[in-house]
């Protein structure tokens, strides 16, 4: 089994960029299933700094061929988020509040090939989360056997690959997003789970993690959203970050890492 992951898709340039790129990708390694990370896809509320995504964005999505939309911390952004995390296509940390709307985990099955993608939370990323740890062990018990990739979204390298190592062989894959930087460490840990601490984003460089800087150093700063500023994509060349896995009997098999600047 082959698959696609693409790290956080940062606003339209990253959206027009996969809309541009994914066909060509798809067409080379004729993946299995296609998954990306959504958190970062629209501004839904610019004047506080909110991301998440929009329905419309997700759509565009989901005709590339994108089989599932992770999130993370950005998954609560969005005014509408109900609307966003009902959609059966869509995931949000499954290990944060037992009231938070939309789901955690979903198995995806195609063409006689079945993968559970579990999206989850660190607290570095998501302060209120429950353990990830935990909430990974109770859906393991519940999901006996099969391909499991998780979408780990976290600020900490050093939380990553604990849960990475806890879980070595029983996942087929652990990988990171949340910071928007690709890290150079993608390996298959001893027991045959891939791993790779940040996947970085679909998005435009030039400024701090796919955004005008602008915004987010007044809302440092200030500690607070500043006012008459609003958050906004950066402007350079669109990193095109993502994963390619392949999977056998529920291991992985190979991963190679590509995060290179569209010309
Ligand atoms: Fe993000
Ligand atoms: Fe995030």
């Known amino acids: ?27 080379l390694h004729r993946p299995d299933f296609v998954i990306a990370n ?49 959609h059966p296509r869509v995931l ?10 939309g789901r955690g985990a979903l198995l995806l099955e195609k063409g006689g090939q ?10 570095s990323a998501l302060p209120l989360a429950d353990s990830p740890m935990e909430a990974m062990a109770q859906l393991l018990a ?3 056997g099969g391909a499991v990739l998780v979408d780990f979204h976290s600020e900490s390298v050093f939380e990553k690959l604990g849960f990475a190592f806890l879980f070595d062989g029983r996942l087929a894959a652990v990988l990171g997003t949340h910071t928007h930087v690709p890290t150079a460490d993608a390996r298959i840990l001893p027991r045959g789970t891939a791993y790779v ?24 700063r200030l500690r607070l959203p500043p006012r008459g500023l609003e958050l906004r994509w950066a402007s350079g060349g669109v990193r095109l ?4 896995l392949h999977i056998e009997a529920g291991k992985a098999v190979d991963l190679q890492h590509s995060y290179e600047v569209l010309p």
């Open 1 to 27: 089994m082959k698959v696609l992951f693409f790290g956080d898709v940062v606003g339209e340039p990253g959206l027009a960029a996969l809309e541009r790129e994914l066909p060509r990708l798809k067409a």
């Open 38 to 86: 959504g958190e970062n896809l629209d501004l839904t509320v610019p004047g506080l700094g909110r991301a998440g995504m929009s329905l419309e964005s997700l759509e565009r999505l989901l005709a590339l061929g994108v089989d599932a939309v992770t999130g993370g911390n950005h998954s609560f952004d969005p005014p509408d988020m109900e609307a966003v995390l009902a």
């Open 92 to 101: 949000r940390p499954l290990n944060y509040s037992p009231h938070a709307p």
């Open 114 to 123: 079945r993968l559970l993608v579990v999206n989850l939370a660190g607290r």
């Open 142 to 144: 519940k999901e006996p």
């Open 197 to 220: 601490s940040d996947v970085g984003m679909v998005g435009p460089e030039g400024g701090m993690q796919g955004y005008e800087p602008g915004f987010l150093v007044e809302a440092l």
């Open 241 to 244: 970050s993502h994963v390619l």
